[in-house]
């Protein structure tokens, strides 16, 4: 099989190795992939949300399978073009991916499907934001209703900063704060049928002890030691299989990875959001446990052959990633800094480039490595994580120190 990966994330790095590591897969190119992704796939130029540039890419390379990673690309219609050319996509439609794309349209979705999730209310003008936060209350949940790569959500004690935040988005969703540990499940479905991987926990804040604004994920891990036994069991049926139904009902069906994210709150699991694609960063230890071929999993996904594919097979233990971010991330991170210490198993490139003068690696976004490791149990994963991180050196770089600690310790307890 030729696999065409759309994207050039620390997601699209652990893609890639999990389906540079399928046996059935020939060749893997990357568009635009990155130098961590190079050492895995051929690397082609693309500009990943231009939907006539993607297909017309993987009709060139003889694409079997095309994995789109990030949500844009999605949301912008690259699946829709690249099946019109009758290649098999892993991703949504443009008009599924809206489950994304629109935070307004997701909440849509939920109360039509019966899906337990927080009250909200739209909000387009001051008046209306301030009249929600007064309707809910303390601490203040405000989401931009579109895309904002991860960073779009408030979540404060101060009112005037939840108005300050609805006012630079101009559309924002004002929720009920959901009290409770929050889980990412990942399920990849081709519209139908529904298969769930493991659920994972990521950190969103920059700082320890979940302080500071909110990122784009600061590090995950997997298993849960703290969940209910049930929780998979009760979110597919919950959540996963009445949305796909209420999708389907609506002429839209939703093929591809769908990414809930839940609190798990007194009253039970409630649904904080849904993404279009794979998570980052919590893919990197997904994955990482996944035994399962990866790339047949997902062409089964997009040729709507999922119902046969076997049970999914995981490796024992733990997997752990902590993301090492630029001086200044997320308010204005800096870039073009030398990296030394990447080139080693475990080290995911998330925003890396090569400078074209002597091919160092140079740091080429906020989020720019992960350390992910692997190990018989949590505490061994997390030990090797980090031994990982203290072997990149970044100047100005930071990292949270706390990732999966209170797994470890056992201070995680559900409310109820």
Known sequence: MRVLLVGGGGREHALALGLAGDPSVEQLIAAPGNPGIAALAELREVNPTDPSAVAALAVEVGADLVVIGPEAPLVAGVADAVRAKGIPAFGPS?????????????????????????????????????????????PYVVKNDGLAAGKGVVVTEDRAAALRHAEECGRVVVEEYLAGPEVSLFVVTDGEAALPLLPAQDFKRV??????????????????????????????????????????????????????????????????????????????????????????????????????????????????????????????????????????AGVIHAGTARRAADGALLSAGGRVLCGTATGPDLAAARDAAYALVRGVELAGSHHRTDIAAAAVEGRITLPG
């Open 94 to 138: 443009a008009e599924a991916a809206g489950l994304e794309g629109s935070k307004t349209f997701a909440k849509e979705i939920m109360i039509a499907a019966g899906v337990p999730t927080a009250r909200a209310h739209t909000c387009t003008d001051a008046e209306s934001t301030a009249k929600a936060l007064d309707d809910f209350g303390p």
């Open 207 to 344: 700082g320890d002890g979940d302080t500071g604004p909110n990122t784009g994920g600061m590090g995950a891990y997997a298993p849960l030691p703290w969940a209910p036994p049930s929780l998979v069991d009760e979110v597919m049926a919950d959540v996963v299989h009445p949305t796909l139904a209420e999708m389907r009902r609506r002429g839209t069906p939703f093929a591809g990875l769908l990414y809930v994210g839940l609190a798990l709150t007194a009253a039970g699991p409630r649904v904080i959001e849904f993404n279009a694609r794979f998570g980052d960063p919590e893919t990197q230890v997904v994955l990482a446990l996944l035994e399962t071929p990866l790339a047949g999993l997902l062409h089964a996904a997009a040729t709507g052959a999922l119902a046969a594919h076997p049970p999914l097979r995981w490796r024992d233990g733990a997997a752990v990633t902590v993301v090492v971010a630029s001086e200044g991330y997320p308010a204005a991170p800096r870039t073009g800094d030398v990296i030394a210490g990447a080139d080693r």
